[in-house]
């Protein structure tokens, strides 16, 4: 979670305000580590699949209606 002072992405923002861990999205995608920490905490650009993932995964921990635009412009 943020507090370290580390930058984070939209998608680490998003987490961080609705207090989900990394990990539990971690579990639940099948994701690594290093990916997931690259996409909370820098502007990378997953891949269209690691979005899917990422995407299923927070509307199943928060129960709200995200999209990929929310997080990522292409």
């Known amino acids: 979670m943020s ?4 930058k984070r ?16 999205i971690r579990a ?6 290093d990916t997931l920490t690259r996409v909370c905490s820098t502007d990378h650009l997953p891949s269209g699949t ?3 993932k990422l995407i299923e995964a927070t509307r199943r921990v928060t129960g709200e209606d995200v999209n990929t ?6």
């Open 28 to 33: 639940i995608t099948g994701l690594g580590k």
């Open 69 to 74: 635009s929310d997080f990522w412009t292409f």
């Open 50 to 52: 690691t979005m899917r």
């Open 9 to 24: 992405s939209k998608y680490g923002e998003y987490l961080d305000a609705r207090k989900v861990d990394q990990e539990k």
């Open 3 to 6: 507090g370290l002072g580390k």
